[in-house]
DNA sequence: GATCGATGCAACTCAAAGGTTGCATCAATT
DNA sequence: AATTGATGCAACCTTTGAGTTGCATCGATC
């Protein structure tokens, strides 16, 4: 189970793992933008912009939405959700093998 | 509280970005080891696997204990349970913003 | 239909990161 | 003390990724 980690979780901590796509997810958490208003907010330009919302959007980390002549971006929760479940039960092995561990240590 | 995200978890989300050290921590899992015995079993070589140790460490996923002439890596749970839970609570804030969007919609 | 603001695509630069080879060093055992 | 297996350091190569500039395109409004 804990193999499984690689397929889907190395493309979120990737996108996850980028300063300026933080700042970016903290500003769509302020409610959803288009690259351009983002680049007004951000000190890089759209296209850098663009890229970071693909990189974010290919990971399932944001959702883009159509409105008028703009494309807006949303963050999900949901993604976020899978991931630190995962993260928690990879933890929680390796706590209970480290109690282990020390069980068996002391029995000596 | 958002905005604390890029101090501390960055370089979390960094450590765990590349495929490699995921079969470095997957070994780990199985019992702790040292970079020589690790490069046993992997295709990269004692350097590589001593870089990525080093990245784990410090991101403090990982824990050095010497035992005679060789340094053990051991694997921590409790970073991951922190992230966990940061992950945990962004991506609840994310839906409840959502939600409140909807609900607004839906009173229209 | 012309205009204006928005997105999309391509080529380029630059720094960081994964990986390698080679050599030095250190500690435990004999 | 000599040896052997382990770690540590440094230089180097190569790829990836963040960021930029420039131009093309598309869609809504006037």
Known sequence: MIAAAGDTLVPVFAALADETRWRVLTELGRGDASASALAGRLPVTRQAI????????EAGLVEPVRVGREIRYR??????????RALDAIGAEW?????????IAESL
Request: aromatic residues 0%; without cysteine; hydrophobic residues 45%.
């Open 95 to 103: 706590d209970r093998r480290l109690a282990e561990v020390k069980r």
């Open 50 to 57: 663009a890229k970071h919302l693909a990189v974010l959007a």
């Open 75 to 84: 963050p999900l929760g949901s993604r976020l959700d899978e991931t630190a």
